[in-house]
Nanobody, 116 residues
């Protein structure tokens, strides 16, 4: 399974961005997908998670502002980020879980900078 993340960039506080992560390879084996982020000098943290049937969960700091979704036909997961804050700055990584092997696959990361 290969994951390709895109959509990061520079945005002003209060702005929006939409991240995408496309899976290829043995993507039909993927069940849950998630977005994580890592800010400079901090540990990687869970941002949002979505199961194969569409159930979602979010980190406390992004609840009500971010929305995760997936298009199973396109093997793609999205992260809509609204009302962005400077503390949302970091590298965002997508992760896919393959049930048959119990392996987590990671994308290469896309950088988000929230600054005026």
């Amino acid at each position: 399974v290969q994951l390709q993340a895109s959509g990061g960039g520079l945005v002003q506080p209060g702005g929006s961005l939409r991240l995408s992560c496309a899976a290829s390879g043995r993507s039909y084996e993927i069940t849950a997908m998630a977005w994580y982020r890592q800010a400079p000098g901090k540990l990687r943290e869970l941002v949002a998670h979505i199961t194969s049937d569409g159930s979602t969960s979010y980190g406390d700091s992004v609840k009500g502002r971010f929305a995760i979704s997936r298009d199973n036909a396109k093997n793609t997961v999205y992260l809509q980020m609204n009302s962005l804050k400077p503390e949302d700055t970091g590298v965002y990584y997508c992760k896919a879980f393959e049930l048959s092997t119990m392996i987590d696959y990671w994308g290469q990361g896309t950088e988000v900078t929230v600054s005026s």
